[in-house]
């Protein structure tokens, strides 16, 4: 079992920046990806961002790339979301995600509100 503890979420008005992060905890060791997803009112889930535990290489959706910057701490069995430059469309729930050897694991979600 992996458990994943999100934080730093908020309200930020537009060109501003986040960075959330996310804290996994129990068989780490399995984790093979590690991923950002996000959630806006009435649309489905959709992906955001994913970097490689081991490699570190990574790979973004083409709505934040260039905005938002995904990276890791081994050491700390953590990963972050920087997001710069937000606008109103990035307003929903962010959810970290990892891909490990006993499945797929989810973070409870941090809200992310961006004002025009």
């Known amino acids: 079992q992996v458990q994943l503890v999100e934080s730093g979420g908020g309200l930020v008005q537009a060109g501003g920046s986040l960075r959330l992060s996310c804290a996994a905890s129990?068989?780490?060791?399995?984790?093979?990806?590690m991923n950002w997803y996000r959630q806006a009112p009435g649309k489905e889930r959709e992906f955001v961002a994913t970097?490689?535990?081991?490699?570190?290489?990574?790979r973004y959706a083409d709505s934040v790339k260039g905005r938002f910057t995904i990276s890791r701490d081994n050491a700390k069995n953590t990963w972050y979301l920087q997001m710069n430059s937000l606008k109103p469309e990035d307003t929903a729930v962010y959810y970290c995600?990892?891909?490990?050897?006993?499945?797929?694991?989810w973070g409870q979600g941090t809200q992310v509100t961006v004002s025009s």
């Open positions: 970097i490689n535990w081991i490699g570190g290489s990574t």
């Open positions: 129990g068989r780490t060791f399995s984790i093979g990806v």
């Open positions: 995600n990892a891909q490990a050897l006993g499945g797929a694991y």
